[in-house]
């Protein structure tokens, strides 16, 4: 079975970030969509809902003979209903099988990288929509501002979020790509940097000829990648972005509540303001800007214009609470050392001289442990840290053990305290907060029950 046969798909996992992505996609192109799930709430769930997507917490609502077919996270790939669909000959898929084969049926723009993926597919996704082009999009969050898509007789592109996890990216067939930057990450899976970097290399392997490759210079992994590339792939198109380095360069600086950026094009400068704050935001919205003028033939400057306007996705440095708040409430999804950084300096730049104060909630085992000095070093940098428990994640990555034991160690190391509970975390937080302080909340596991329990305390 293809994927245009498959009308009626149930999707085992279906809250996932990139799985209520793909349901939605699927939704609007009229595909009869539900889905099993944890009762948990989160994040994902609002939008689907509204979509009028089922969600089901028990395995039993699945009956096999009103499905074509079954997509599955690679979380739940023993899941009961997928152990029932394959004993029932139901076609079943992946989450990354099933975008390589929509990959194959478009021209595929993919963002790659370790940091920024989402925020750049969203940046293009933006930029499409502001064009007027027709295209479709799945990536692991949603805009902040989610502008009506053009009428679709059928998508002109594909924009996609290209994980490196498991190497799943290789499955997909892509034409214009975007590097945003490359650093060891998925430790579960990955040995070393080493290992992550020939995972990049076999991707720009697979690429057809002639096709384009977007690379930040931002990111020695990817330097080293792109020397790779004009060795071994010279057929391609190479464009390069960077603060101090590439085709495109950037200057970035602050004046009050302004945020301009200068771009350095062709021997020229424009100056620019932006909407979002923080160097890596920047350098995500730039890089889209130039995929999508190589993709689609527009001047260069004027997809960067249109990509200052962008307001960013959610769950990236977001801000929850009213402007007219006694203090300020932020949702952040960093979960590496690297990422806690930028989004602590994106904080100081929107709130200059004022305390952050950092619910930090670290996502596996393994990646807290691999990291732990960076995470020691990154962490540090707040003014007021409380720290949960290690999330296991669906990989049961780690014991009820580590993940109390580690975090606590953590919060030794950091001056941060430990909070067993979003109860315990919200309470923690009130009872330091003062007028005027910042705080977020961050991690890649669900903060959906932190976020609501600040918000109903008087933000």
Not at 41 to 58: A, G, N
Not at 63 to 76: F, L, N, P, R, T
Not at 336 to 356: A, D, M, N, Q, V
Not at 386 to 406: N, Q, W
Request: contains cysteine; glycine residues 8%; hydrophobic residues 35%.
């Amino acid at each position: 079975m293809n994927t245009s046969s498959a009308q009626r798909i149930y999707m085992i996992g279906i809250k996932g970030t990139g799985m209520s992505s793909l349901a939605l996609y699927l939704c609007d192109r009229g595909v009869q969509i539900a889905g099993w799930d944890v009762p948990e709430r989160f994040l994902s769930e609002d939008e689907l809902v509204r979509s009028h997507i089922r969600i089901d917490s028990d395995p039993s609502c699945f009956k096999a003979q009103e499905w074509d077919a079954v997509i599955y996270s690679s979380a739940h790939e023993k899941h009961q209903i997928l152990t029932t669909s394959v004993s029932l000959g139901l076609p079943r898929w992946s989450y990354h099988e099933y975008l390589g084969m929509l990959s194959t049926l478009h021209h595929t723009i993919a963002v790659a990288g370790t940091h920024g993926k989402s925020t750049a597919s969203g940046c293009i996704d933006f930029l499409l929509k502001e064009l007027d082009i027709t295209h479709g999009a799945i990536y692991g969050a949603r805009p902040i501002h989610n502008g009506a898509s053009p009428v679709r007789k059928e998508d002109d592109y594909l924009v996609l979020e290209a994980c490196e996890y498991r190497k799943h990216f290789l499955s997909y067939s892509i034409d214009t790509l975007l590097v945003t930057n490359i650093e060891w990450e998925h430790v579960d899976f990955y040995e070393n940097e080493k290992a992550v970097e020939d995972s990049f290399r076999s991707l720009i392997e697979r690429m057809p000829p002639a096709g384009t490759l977007v690379i930040s210079m931002n990111s020695p992994l990817c330097r080293a990648l792109l020397l790779w590339t004009r060795e071994n792939r010279q057929d391609l198109t190479v464009l390069t972005y960077g603060r101090d380095e590439g085709e495109v360069t950037y200057s970035y600086d602050t004046y009050g509540d302004e945020h301009q950026v200068t771009v350095h094009l062709a021997g020229k400068e424009y100056p620019i303001y932006t909407t979002l704050v923080g160097s890596g935001f920047i350098e995500d919205t730039i890089g889209a800007a130039l995929a999508v003028s190589a993709v689609t033939g527009e001047d260069r400057m004027k997809t960067v214009t249109i990509a200052g306007r962008f307001a960013g996705c959610k769950g990236r440095v977001e801000r929850l609470s009213d402007r007219s708040a006694v203090w300020h409430l932020y949702s952040d999804y960093a979960h590496h050392p690297s990422e806690i950084r930028s989004s602590i300096s994106s904080l100081r730049l929107l709130h200059p001289g004022k305390r952050i104060v950092l619910c930090f909630y670290p996502h596996t085992v393994s990646r807290t442990r691999a990291l732990w000095d960076d995470f020691v070093s990154a962490l540090s940098e707040s003014d007021v840290l409380f720290i949960a428990p290690v999330s296991s994640t669906a990989r049961k990555d780690g014991s009820l053990h580590e993940v109390k034991e580690l975090s606590e160690r953590l919060c030794l190391q950091t001056g941060g305290q430990y909070a067993e509970s979003d109860e315990k975390m919200t309470s923690l937080v009130l009872s330091v907060l003062h007028e005027d302080d910042v705080c977020v909340t961050m991690g890649a596991g669900n903060t959906y029950g932190i976020c609501k329990l600040l918000e109903k305390k008087g933000v």
